[in-house]
Structures are given as structure tokens and as C-alpha cells.
């Protein structure tokens, strides 16, 4: 059955508000497309799940986000807009901070099923003081005290690939951040990507598939969806270009009207940044001289009769 | 504060990254933050530790050299590593032991080694916030030995950081990592600044050199430290950069001058307070 639909329909038909958002990325090919189609459609009073995304600033700017579980964000009022933006509209976003294990492991508890998890990180910090879902138990077969995190489980979680087959099955290689525990851990989970593949692409590598179609709701073809990100195998990105361009108020508030409100979708934001970046800004970003992997035998066909 | 010292032919942020790559050895298992830390590695990866592994937390196990990233996630350090995988994989490594050292900045570090990566003044009513741990606890936790590696001013120097990020000997009494929970055998061992090499005697940082090829003194040292701080039993001066290392790090390491002058122009944990 195929889940393919637009991202403006993925969006408004699966993430609410209110509602527990993870995002996938950490730096590397994190859900830009998605994270702009949310604050088009204003979605908000979200509790956002993220590591190192880089445009949940405009989720957090746009006063969308109330809560905000991660273990790394600019929260120097002093430095970023988006914060004090947010401050003057009365919508700052509560910061339940962990550290980067610590969230990665309550996602993974998250995944598991079960309602927490022991980890020996946070222990002799401050970080527990001030977040009620990191506690210390004492191990119960030897005593030694041992710190545990909190099951997440977010209602919604949105990652994007390099490439899902119309079922959703979803293959992203390259390094993986908290992609894999994040996205499995969510109940809705919505999977955008560069190409939409052929099942038989999946099925001929199916070591690569961090998620099964059966746990997908929604396939969404978007190239360059991860931009101003890099996508491993696809193309470079302009992080520090962008943080450059948004990072203060009147450049991030010409970017808000020009490129998140200004545009009905992601293909005419593309459209429009190439226009105003230049004819082959996007092309300097595209791989050049790849490095291919091996082909390794996955399987054999059945001979024929 | 110290400046280039006219004549010495590097200065003093040289010294602070030269100083850090030599404490990475060639067997080294490492586990490197953003920024400088990387710079460092970069450096003893490009010189005497090119064997040594790397490990980055977004999912990054890798020997072979790469260039020196911008962020903590780039094209360049996927290319060609040895393993890509998950957050939770590198630091399951650091959690179960197999990790023997770690690479760190700092916002702030106290006399017992533990590092402020968070909030200066009330939690809830900041004089100065900084981002947070990100993966900063994760390394200090479970390394067997963490170097830290910052700028230094006596406000990054306090006798007792006012919020605890990454543990270092907390109030620095024996036993006390291992009373929490945390893997036995486990903590900062140096801490390397634009001023001078520190080290731990009896949980607690001490100065083992300065880097006087740069014009610091003891006095400039002691006036950058938030309490008054020991001499190491073996005190003395910093060995200044080899010709060689100040030709790699300026040839082959950081060619686009990103440490220029020792201005910060990587991204890390670091952000000026002073």
C-alpha cells in the first residue's frame, strides 16, 4: 500500500498540536523541509525531541514549541533571536536538558518498550536537578548506584533518507546521531526522502533499512530535503552559511517571510534560493568524485525452470 | 592577557594546541569534541599519533586522516571511516571501558576537574547560559582520561563551578566517582590553556608548566586562577612548538587559518564570557 503524499498533507495529517515531536538529523540530514512545512501550517505547543537540529529554530522563533528535550541549544538569550523572539511573544520553550547519551537512551528505552533505562552518565552532575525524568536507582543484583532515564515515546517522528521504497521502508547511511532510536521509538512515524525507490532496491540491500515500512505512515519524496544540512551520498551543506544568514534578527525575519511563509512548498523554496544564491549554488553543494562502495551478494535467485 | 610574544615566532594559542596534541599517543583511543579538541587531534594525527583512532559522537570510528571539520558531523569525517553508526554505539564503547581518553572544551573548570558547560548564576535566572553538555558528560564519565582544553580567565577558573556539567573529582575526597556509579579509574587528567599545562595530584588540578617561550609568568598564571593553586612536584616550563608541528599546523592542518590568531572561528562549546 502505498504512503506516498505530499508534505503538506503528511503534516497536517499527522502531527498535531500539542503533540511530542522527534527529529531526526543531529547534524547530519536532519528534516529541514519538514521542520519549514510545520511552521507554514503553525503548528504548535509542541514538545520537540531533538540533538544538534539546526532549524528547529525556526519552530522555537515562531513561538511554536513549549517544551524542548535535548542535551545542546544556544540558550544565550543574549546571542540567539529566535530565543528572544520567543521570550517577547511570552513562548519560550521550557529546556529539559540531558546529555546526548542520556536522550539517546531514553529514546532507545523508548524503542525497547520498556520504561526506562540504566545508564552511568549524569552521575555527580548537576544535570538531574534540574529534570525529573533522570533519577538514580541502586542496581538490584550488586547495590551499585546507577543512574536511569525516562522512556520517551513521541507521538510523531520525522526523519529524512536517502532513499524509502512507497511503503516506507526507509534506508539513511552515513553517520546516524539518534536517527535509529529516535524514529523507531515514535508511534507515527513519517519518513521523507530524496527518491522514492523501487521495493526491490530496498529488498536487495536490506541491511541498510533503519526502519520497516509496516511502522511508517507517511513517504514523502523530497530532494534536498535536508538542506542547509549534508546528506552523506548526496550532497554538502551550508550550515554555517545559513546560521550566517538567519542567525540575527533581520536576516532571520527576511528568511521567515521570504522562504517559510513566502512559499506554498519546499520545490519553489528551492527555486527561490537558487535565484537568490546564484544559478549553481546548488550545484557546488552536489557530490563530487564519489567514493562507491563494494557490491556485496545480499541473497540468489531462484533458478530458472 | 597574553598576546603573541614578539620574537618567539608563535603564540600563545599555538602553544595551547601543540601543548594538546602531544598528550594524543599513537595507540590511542580517542574521544574528541568539536573545536579545538579536534584541531589538536588533527594536528597529532598529521605528526607523531597517526595511528591513533578516533572516535565522534554522531556515529564516527575512524584511523585514517581527514581534514580538520567545521562542525561536529561533516562529509569529510564520514569519507572513508572505518565505522559509521549510531550516537548510542560510541558511547556504549565509552560506557563499557573501551575508550581510553578523552578530548574536551570547556566553558568553565574548578579545582577538582569538574567542568560548567551549562549556566553560570541561578539555573533558572542565568548570569551567562551556554548550550549544555551535548556530549560532554558522556566523555568525562566514561573516559579513562579526559583532557580539557580552553582558554584561560579567572572567571573560567573558579575554586567551585556553580553548576556541574561533566564530573570531574567533584568535591575531590577519594573514592567519590566510584561511590556514584561512574567506572572505576575514570577522569580529567590535563587541562591545557593558552597560559599553561595543569594536572591532577590527589584529585586536585595543579600546575605543571607554563608556557614562558610566550612571556606568561607565574604570577600572570596565579592571577587567572580562582583559588591559589599548587605547583606540580615537577614545575616547569613548557617545551614551546617544534618548527615542524608549527609548519603542519599552519601548512597542512588549518591552512584556511579557522584558528588564525587564535581567534575561535570552529564550532564547539566554547563562547566567550569574558
Known amino acids: ?305 | 592577557m597574553t598576546q603573541d610574544e614578539k620574537g618567539a615566532g608563535y603564540t600563545a594559542a599555538d602553544q595551547m594546541v601543540v601543548s594538546a596534541a602531544r598528550h594524543i599517543k599513537d595507540t590511542d583511543v580517542l574521544y574528541v569534541g568539536t573545536g579545538l579538541p579536534m584541531l589538536a587531534t588533527v594536528l597529532a594525527k598529521n605528526t607523531h599519533a597517526p595511528n591513533c583512532t578516533v572516535v565522534i559522537q554522531n556515529g564516527t570510528v575512524r584511523k585514517s586522516l581527514f581534514a580538520l571539520p567545521r562542525g561536529t558531523d561533516t562529509l569529510g569525517t564520514q569519507t572513508m571511516a572505518d565505522q559509521l553508526c549510531s550516537l548510542y554505539y560510541i558511547n556504549y564503547l565509552g560506557q563499557a571501558g573501551y575508550v581510553n581518553k578523552g578530548f574536551l572544551g570547556a566553558g568553565q573548570i574548578d579545582r577538582y576537574g569538574n567542568v560548567n558547560d551549562t549556566v553560570v548564576g541561578d539555573y533558572y535566572n542565568p548570569v551567562h547560559r551556554w548550550p549544555g553538555s551535548g556530549g560532554a558528560n558522556d566523555v568525562m564519565s566514561f573516559c579513562q582520561n579526559t583532557i580539557i582544553i580552553l582558554r584561560q580567565s579567572k572567571r573560567r577558573f573558579p575554586e567551585k563551578v556553580d553548576f556541574v556539567t561533566c564530573p570531574g573529582y567533584l568535591d575531590g575526597k577519594p573514592g567519590r566517582r566510584e561511590e556514584l556509579g561512574l567506572p572505576p579509574n575514570t577522569g580529567p587528567s590535563a587541562v591545557i590553556t593558552n597560559l599553561g599545562i595543569y594536572v591532577f595530584e590527589d584529585r586536585e588540578m595543579v600546575l605543571k608548566s607554563i608556557h614562558r617561550g610566550v612571556g606568561v609568568t607565574l604570577d600572570q598564571v596565579k592571577a587567572e586562577v580562582g583559588w591559589d593553586i599548587k605547583l606540580a612536584s615537577d614545575f616547569g616550563d613548557t617545551q614551546p612548538p617544534t618548527e615542524e608541528e608549527l609548519r603542519v599546523l599552519r601548512e597542512k592542518v588549518d591552512p584556511q587559518g579557522l584558528w588564525a590568531g587564535g581567534r575561535r572561528a570552529l564550532a564547539g562549546p566554547e563562547e566567550d564570557i569574558d
Open chain 1, 1 to 305: 500500500m502505498s504512503k506516498v503524499m505530499t508534505m503538506k498533507e503528511a503534516i497536517s495529517k499527522f502531527v498535531h498540536s500539542g503533540d511530542t515531536l522527534f527529529l531526526s538529523g543531529a547534524q547530519h540530514g536532519e528534516p529541514s523541509a519538514a521542520i519549514h512545512e510545520i511552521v507554514r501550517q503553525r503548528i504548535d505547543h509542541l514538545t520537540v525531541v531533538a540533538c544538534l537540529v539546526t532549524t528547529i529554530s525556526f519552530l522555537i522563533g515562531e513561538g511554536l514549541v513549549d517544551r524542548m528535550l535535548t542535551g545542546w541549544y544556544m540558550q544565550n538569550q543574549k546571542v540567539s533571536y529566535p530565543l528572544s523572539k520567543a521570550k517577547a511573544m511570552d513562548k519560550l520553550p521550557v529546556f529539559v536538558e540531558y546529555s546526548h547519551f542520556g536522550l539517546s537512551m531514553a529514546l532507545m528505552a523508548g524503542q525497547m518498550g520498556v520504561p526506562f533505562m540504566p545508564t552511568r552518565c549524569h552521575l555527580g552532575s548537576d544535570i538531574p536537578k534540574y529534570n525529573e525524568n533522570i533519577k538514580t536507582i541502586a542496581c538490584p543484583f550488586t547495590g551499585v548506584n546507577t543512574g536511569v532515564v525516562r522512556a520517551i515515546v513521541p507521538d510523531v517522528g520525522i526523519i529524512h533518507v536517502q532513499r524509502a521504497d512507497a511503503e516506507g521502508n526507509a534506508q539513511k547511511w552515513g553517520s546516524l546521531g539518534m536517527d535509529v532510536e529516535g524514529i523507531n521509538a515514535s508511534k507515527t512515524v513519517i519518513v521523507t526522502t530524496e527518491k522514492i525507490v523501487d521495493s526491490d532496491v530496498i529488498r536487495r540491500d536490506p541491511n541498510r533499512t533503519i526502519i520497516p515500512g509496516f511502522r511508517v505512515s507517511a513517504v514523502v519524496e523530497q530532494p534536498w530535503g535536508a538542506y542547509p544540512m549534508h546528506l552523506g551520498g548526496c550532497y554538502d551543506g551550508d550550515m554555517f552559511g545559513f546560521m550566517m544568514e538567519t542567525g540575527r534578527k533581520d536576516g532571520y525575519e527576511t528568511y521567515v517571510e521570504k522562504f517559510i511563509y513566502g512559499v506554498s512548498d519546499w520545490n519553489e523554496y528551492l527555486k527561490l534560493r537558487r535565484e537568490s544564491k546564484g544559478n549553481d549554488y546548488f550545484e557546488k553543494l552536489k557530490i563530487k568524485n564519489p567514493v562507491m562502495s563494494e557490491p556485496i551478494i545480499t541473497g540468489y535467485q531462484e533458478a530458472a525452470k
